[in-house]
Each structure stands twice: as C-alpha cells, then as structure tokens.
C-alpha cells in the first residue's frame, strides 16, 4: 500500500471514530434532569418525576448548610450539606417522597417515582 492511500485510509478511520469521553457527555443531560438545586433557600425544581430505579442528586449552591430530610422516612436523610456538597438517593418503588431541610423546614420538596 502507498502512503497516500495509507494516510487516505487512516483519515477515514478517524473521521468514524468516537472518542469514549463523547458518549459519556451525551448522557449529561439525562443525569441532569435528575438533579435538585439548593439555591436562593428553595429546592428547584420543587417537584420532580423520576422512573423507578433513578438516583435524584441534590447540590446545595447556598453559602448556608442545609439537609435532605424524607418526611415519613421513606429515605435516609443526608448529613448537612455545605455549598457545593451534593447527596444522592436512589429510589427504588413508585410513590411520592416528601423532603425538607430540618435547618429550615419551609424549605420542602417533592420526588414523584413512576
């Protein structure tokens, strides 16, 4: 083979190629809409639907500590959350799951699992 067709061939072969880290951005989003942001004292969005199975991650952007609290226990709650410290719950059966922060308990929210 001569280099001309070596390098054309070489070309092809790259152009076809994913790098891993592309599939691994694309599911980004998918992770994202599972998120709950602690921001402004409010937990957004204030309810969210989740399949059976999902794991929901709150971040807390507020300089002050707050908590992730089940209301019937249905979850274990989270240690307090300082800025940018995060929890993560995976929920498991189908139901509705409401939360607050035992710091501030006007502050409430709600999973909906289908």
Not at 60 to 68: F, G, I, L, S, Y
Not at 72 to 86: C, E, H, R, T, V
Not at 93 to 100: D, F, I, L, R, W
Request: glycine share 4%; hydrophobic share 40%.
């Amino acid at each position: 083979m001569n280099r001309l067709a070596c390098a054309a061939c070489l070309l092809s072969t790259l152009a076809a190629w994913t790098p891993p880290h592309a599939a691994a951005s694309s599911r980004v989003p998918a992770e994202k809409s599972n998120q709950i942001e602690i921001r402004n004292f409010m937990f957004t969005p204030k309810t969210l639907t989740v399949p059976v199975g999902a794991k929901v991650v709150w971040i807390n952007r507020d300089e002050e500590p707050h908590t992730v609290v089940s209301a019937n226990g249905q979850f274990a709650p989270s240690k307090a959350l300082d800025s940018n410290d995060s929890y993560v719950a995976t929920f498991g059966k189908p139901g509705t799951y409401v939360y607050y922060c035992t710091v501030h308990p006007f502050m409430t929210g709600t999973i909906v699992v289908k």
